[in-house]
């Protein structure tokens, strides 16, 4: 072979490797898209639950009981009864019949004081909400929604607390069936006040133990008797005072 030929045979060859040696994009290294929040099911976001409740509610936004993350997803797949939870929550939201009604109660000595709103349909109960605010306007907001005057679904919000230019939200979801939870998610987030609730809308929903659930059922139990059920609510709620 000429001296010519071995150089030209050597710069083909070195090209050859150099495209060897670049690696394919692979698709995995792309961002994954953000699963919607309790609705998406979103549920939007509800779920029930989760899309948003239609009413007005305080903040932070409300989701509804769709599981929203691959934890509760897993927990839920396959179970006829939160099915049935979220299509019998769906109905409740989108209807626009519901006769509404608003109750308040008072703490003594400033110790706090708890908003009531009940949705009702022939005297029956579909959906109560309850504010709890504590002294310092600190507190939580629970969304019940009932079957046949049983509870079917909670849903817990912590109300925004923290100093600027940092909150911190927390979220609760409780599933009933026949009295007793079967299902039990949670969700927080930290971050700017101007965007966590959007943090929170994006949060994966993870399966916890349901170890308040029975406070939350008690909870609702009293919130559905509307008036007759505010001394017994006004007792859970109010600090007791010292002996």
């Known amino acids: ?43 939007r976001a ?17 989701a509804a009981p769709d599981a929203g993350s691959a934890g509760a997803d897993r927990e839920a797949s396959g179970d006829p009864r939160i099915e049935e939870i979220r299509k019998k929550y769906a109905e409740i939201q989108t209807d626009k019949g519901l006769q509404t ?17 009940l949705y009702q349909e022939n005297g029956a109960v579909s959906k109560a909400v309850l504010k709890d605010i504590a002294a310092g306007d600190a507190g939580s907001t629970y969304q019940f929604y009932y079957d046949r005057g049983r509870l079917i679904f909670a849903l817990n919000d912590a109300f925004p607390f923290g100093e600027p230019p940092k909150t911190l939200l927390r979220q609760r979801r409780y599933y009933y ?21 959007s ?40 600090p007791r005072p010292p002996r």
């Open 46 to 62: 509800a779920a029930p639950p989760a899309a948003a409740p239609a009413t007005a509610q305080p903040a932070p936004q409300m």
């Open 101 to 117: 009604s608003e109750l308040r109660m008072e703490c003594t000595g400033g110790e706090g004081r708890a908003e009531v709103q």
């Open 177 to 197: 069936h026949q009295g007793s939870p079967i299902l039990c998610t949670r969700k927080s987030v930290e971050g700017p006040s101007d965007k966590v609730e």
């Open 199 to 238: 943090m929170l809308h994006q949060a994966p929903n993870e399966p916890v133990d349901c170890s308040f659930a029975p406070k939350v059922e008690r909870l609702a139990s009293m919130v559905s008797k509307g008036a007759a059920g505010m001394d017994e609510l006004k007792k859970q709620l109010c």
């Open 1 to 43: 072979m000429s001296r010519l030929a071995m150089i030209f045979a050597g710069v083909l060859l070195a090209a050859g490797c150099g495209r060897g040696d670049r690696a394919p994009v692979s698709s995995s290294s792309r961002t994954a898209e953000v699963p919607g929040g309790e609705h998406g099911a979103s549920p």
